[in-house]
């Protein structure tokens, strides 16, 4: 029944089982009545359904919504009254989702395999992320089962399938109807288990509102798609517009399902992270968070978002509202435990007795929970066929390239990605750019993938057949590829927020100090890796100040030398918050994603060679001495690639670094 659900005319149509039946007077609460309502939220699913890693071709069981599906199902049966809500980035960021997006297009009638998945798990709504729109906006009108009113979707288009469960995002516009793009709030009714004040079992109504943002920033990192279509409006305007809309509508609790984490700086309507205002906006009950691909609460985090005045890392609280982020790919359960009484004319959360909680799918022997396999069986045609055509072969390579050591100096991975980015964007210049001729091209690249996650996040293909999965293994997401034209300056202050990656080393200090800085991420760790190009990082200054010695073929760059950066459209349109790329230093932008100009490249190349595709490694550390160790971690047993890429300065201290990640403690030595 539930794959039947449809929007019309704007109302959702829902059946009894889904969010209760029409509800009578007398279920209205009594005076003193105190009840339940467990939120339940998935985050950052990004298409894992199953646990499966297409890029190695190998099962995993440390992802997928089939193993999220125990926990769900766990925390019903403590919390009678649930709702299960998805915070957004749903329906991209692996390869079933780029086969059903790109290499075989749904039809209208069908349903997208993790909305198929969500519907057998029950939720009852779910938010948008940024990541949604980076098929297009007719893909997402399609997906979604929704009709869009802007320019490029066909108003007259039927409604395809979609998922079965209200989806809501209220503060992204259409240009064309100046309205919202999707449905901004949604007010579902609950009969809910509860007791009256003498501790007798009753049943009552509660209207339960959840209401949906995403960051204002995807205009700038989905220009090609949105650009012209939409506009956006900042979250706590958004909020102050359309709360008291929906508490007038009767809506007892406020749900906030916002795509964002936390950011204390002062206040902008454009701020990719505006949920720590958010917190304070009047008439907030929870908040479902995400977007970071981190867990909360968790008192042992040392992420800056969630050490900020007024967040509760133990409790779960952001300014005194209960908040829950769920990590991502399904490797968590949210879950916050509403403790509500009735006070004769609402429901009324109390704080002090909520309880919030992000459950691991990890138990503590390092197992991991059952899936589900009834889930698995419903999107095991789209999972079969989404492994055939991840073996397409495109080529070949005679060295292993991996990340293992990409933030120590590796380029293995990342070096044929820059090769061929700058081919790209050196004949795009040639045959449709000539004023841009005079100007050397070079390129970024970062690794995705470098350990967040735990031992298995990392890139690593073998030498051998190259197939279609292990360009995705090299090139995570589908960016566009965008060309910027730079001047010294701007490429210096680049690299000089790249080198944030690092933290400021101490060398008269005699204890183990962490090289990396868990606050930038390795994906905004740009590197060049050009045989031009060469420049030194400094990790015992500050940031600002860590890039020595910038050449550009023989001589130092001056301030005011230009060049043109082949670079993803994230980073050109401000993604990481770079100095200067905040989209008006885009020359070109390609209509090709970097995935899609890698294999192109690996195609024309045949075979590549660590001689010409994995070794032009542009930095190295400024050499200093430390008194005690630099410590970093990364999958053990790896330490032969380092070497294999001319990090004889690395060594590995301790198989298991006691992290509970399975990596390995490794040193390096910045003296030499």
Not at 142 to 165: K, L, M, N, Y
Not at 298 to 317: E, M, T, W, Y
Not at 359 to 375: E, G, M, W, Y
Not at 605 to 633: D, M, N
């Amino acid at each position: 029944m539930r794959a039947q659900l449809r929007y019309q005319f704007g109302i959702l149509m829902v059946p009894a089982a889904l969010a209760g039946c029409a509800l009578t007077s007398q279920e209205r609460a009594p005076l003193g009545a105190t009840a339940t309502l467990a939120l339940l939220e998935t985050t950052d699913i990004h298409s894992n359904v199953v646990g499966y890693d297409y890029y190695k071709l190998a099962p995993d069981q440390s992802l997928g919504l089939e193993r999220t599906s125990h926990l769900i199902a766990q925390a019903r049966g403590e919390f009678p009254n649930n709702m299960l809500l998805d915070n957004g980035d749903t329906i991209q960021g692996s390869a079933l989702a780029d086969y059903q997006a790109l290499a075989k297009p749904l039809a209208c009638d069908q349903t997208l395999a993790v909305y198929r998945a969500m519907n057998h798990l029950g939720f009852e709504g779910g938010g948008i992320g940024n990541h949604e729109f980076n098929y297009g906006l007719a893909y997402l009108s399609q997906v979604t089962g929704s009709r869009f009113e802007v320019d490029g979707v066909d108003p007259a288009r039927p409604r395809c399938a979609g998922p079965a469960f209200p989806q809501v995002l209220a503060n992204i516009y259409s240009v064309k109807s100046k309205q919202p793009l999707f449905a901004p709030y949604r007010i579902i009714d609950k009969r809910i288990s509860a007791l009256d004040a003498n501790g007798k079992p009753i049943k009552a109504a509660l209207k339960v509102g959840i209401i949906g943002f995403t960051p204002p920033t995807i205009l700038s990192w989905d220009k090609r798609w949105l650009d012209g279509k939409l506009y956006t409006e900042g979250v706590v305007e958004t909020a102050n517009k359309f709360i008291p809309e929906m508490k007038a509508k009767g809506a007892d609790l406020i749900v906030v399902i916002s795509h964002g984490g936390l950011n204390d700086t002062p206040y902008s309507p454009s701020m990719e992270n505006g949920n720590y205002h958010l917190s304070k906006v009047a008439g907030v009950d929870a908040m479902l968070l995400g977007h970071s691909h981190q867990v909360f609460p968790n008192a042992n985090s040392s992420i800056a978002q969630f050490n900020l005045p007024g967040v509760d890392k133990v409790r779960g609280l952001v300014n005194g509202v209960p908040t829950v982020m769920a990590n991502m790919w399904g490797k968590h359960l949210g879950v916050i435990g509403l403790r509500l009484r009735f006070d004769g004319k609402n429901w009324m959360v109390q704080k002090d007795r909520t309880t919030v909680e992000a459950r691991d799918t990890q138990l503590a022997d390092k197992s991991f929970v059952a899936p589900d396999t009834v889930l698995a069986k419903l999107v095991a045609a789209e999972h079969a066929a989404t492994i055939d055509y991840v073996k397409t072969p495109v080529g070949s390579t005679t060295f292993r390239m991996s990340s293992y050591f990409a933030d120590v100096g590796d380029v293995s991975a990342l070096a044929v990605i820059n090769e061929a980015q700058a081919d790209y964007v050196r004949k795009a210049v040639r045959a449709s750019f000539p004023q841009h001729a005079a100007l050397p091209v070079l390129a970024m690249a970062a690794p995705f993938k470098a350990g967040f996650s735990g031992v298995r996040d990392f890139t690593d293909v073998a030498a051998g057949p190259l197939g279609i999965n292990n360009a995705a293994d090299l090139y995570l997401f589908p960016n566009v590829l965008h060309a910027v034209k730079v001047d010294g300056a701007g490429l210096k202050a680049w690299l000089e927020k790249s080198a944030e990656r690092f933290n400021r080393i101490d060398p008269a200090k005699t204890g183990p100090q962490e090289l990396m800085n868990p606050a930038h991420p390795a994906y905004n760790f740009d590197s060049l890796t050009s045989n031009e190009v060469r420049y030194e990082i400094d990790v015992t200054q500050a940031p600002g100040q860590r890039i020595k010695n910038l050449i550009f073929r023989g001589v130092p760059v001056s301030a005011s030398q230009e060049f043109l950066v082949a670079t993803n459209n994230y980073r050109a349109g401000g993604g990481g918050n770079f100095p200067g790329l905040d989209g008006s230093k885009t020359v070109m932008a390609s209509p090709d994603a970097v995935r899609d100009v890698l294999i192109d490249y690996v195609r024309a190349t045949k075979t590549l060679t660590r001689e010409k595709h994995g070794q032009a490694r542009s930095w190295r550390f400024a050499k200093v001495s430390t008194a005690g160790p630099v410590v970093f971690h990364s999958a053990p047993g790896m330490l032969d690639l380092a070497h294999q890429a001319g990090l004889h300065n690395v060594s590995m201290l301790r198989a298991d670094d006691g992290l509970g990640k399975g990596n390995a403690l490794y040193g390096i030595e910045l003296f030499k």
